[in-house]
């Protein structure tokens, strides 16, 4: 049986273990939860770019319907050109012809002003529907992206951090506990043999043996049916933070059939 101080530094060193790997499995459940936040604002980001660029289209389909209306008024009033052209030669043996044409070149400005007007104004309009819009994709494009800048560097220093952390507290070894069972099983059955010294009517045997392990516990790996048992590495964590394995074994009395 191993001493009294072997026994307590393995113990130690099991403790260790399991409190790095409880920090580590926190830290990583952190980066995570933050991933998928920075994640969520990404896409929300994206969401609002998308919006904005549907709302420019929008816009400008508004200002291909307001030219089409421009390019109606303009045929209307080359129309009304026309018309007058006409009128002027039939009435231009009458008298009255100044009186008419000057009404219908009053009417031609008012409406040359009026639709100049109406080009300014949706020019206007659309000038600055189309630079707000531009401007606010433009801020939450760059905040979104600087977001995720900063939680992209946090999160490479932490992972760093987490990186140099595993690199101070490492793992010692790691064994199957049907391995360790039965390698202390073969020690019993060893010591179970009792033979008297020379000149002595007795002898000394070992009959049960009790063994306490500290360590963590993994899941079965890739390729493995059994589950790990992990040994850290000395003053690293914390006796308290880890499991326990106890094991108990006894010498049990082989029962033979009686021969004829």
């Known amino acids: 049986m191993p001493p009294p101080e072997e026994l307590e530094r393995v113990k130690l060193e099991l403790a260790q273990v ?3 790997l409880n920090l580590v499995e926190q830290s990583r459940r952190e980066l995570t939860f933050k991933l998928e936040a920075a994640t969520k604002d990404l896409q929300e980001a994206r969401q ?13 389909q508004r200002v291909e319907v307001t030219q089409g209306r421009v390019r109606e008024l ?12 006409l009128k002027e030669a039939e009435l231009g043996s009458l008298r009255t012809i100044k009186e008419v044409a000057e009404v219908w070149k009053r ?8 639709l100049a007007q109406v080009k300014a104004d949706v020019e206007r309009q659309v000038s600055q529907a189309v630079k707000a819009a531009l401007e606010q994709v433009t801020r939450e494009h760059e905040a979104a992206s600087q977001a995720w800048q ?7 220093e932490e992972i760093a951090h987490l990186q140099d952390r595993l690199a101070e507290r490492g793992v010692v070894g790691h064994v199957f ?7 202390l099983a073969g020690v019993l059955e060893g010591l179970a043999e009792g033979r008297a010294a020379p000149g002595k009517q007795y ?3 070992l009959t049960s043996l009790e063994v306490e392990a500290r360590g963590v516990l993994e899941a079965p790996r890739a390729g493995e049916t059994e589950p790990r048992f992990v040994t850290p590495e000395a003053g690293k964590v914390e006796p308290g933070a880890l499991s326990t ?9 082989t029962v033979r059939a009686e021969e004829d």
Request: net charge positive.
């Open 18 to 20: 399991r409190t790095q």
């Open 48 to 60: 609002s770019l998308a919006r904005a660029e549907a709302l420019t289209a929008e816009l400008k």
């Open 74 to 85: 303009e045929a209307a009033l080359a129309k009304t050109q026309e018309e007058l052209r």
């Open 107 to 114: 009417e031609r400005d008012q409406a040359l002003q009026d």
């Open 150 to 156: 900063a939680e992209r560097l946090k999160l490479k």
């Open 177 to 183: 506990p049907t391995d360790l069972a039965g390698r």
């Open 203 to 205: 002898a000394a045997a």
């Open 245 to 253: 394995l106890r094991m108990t074994f006894r010498l049990l009395p």
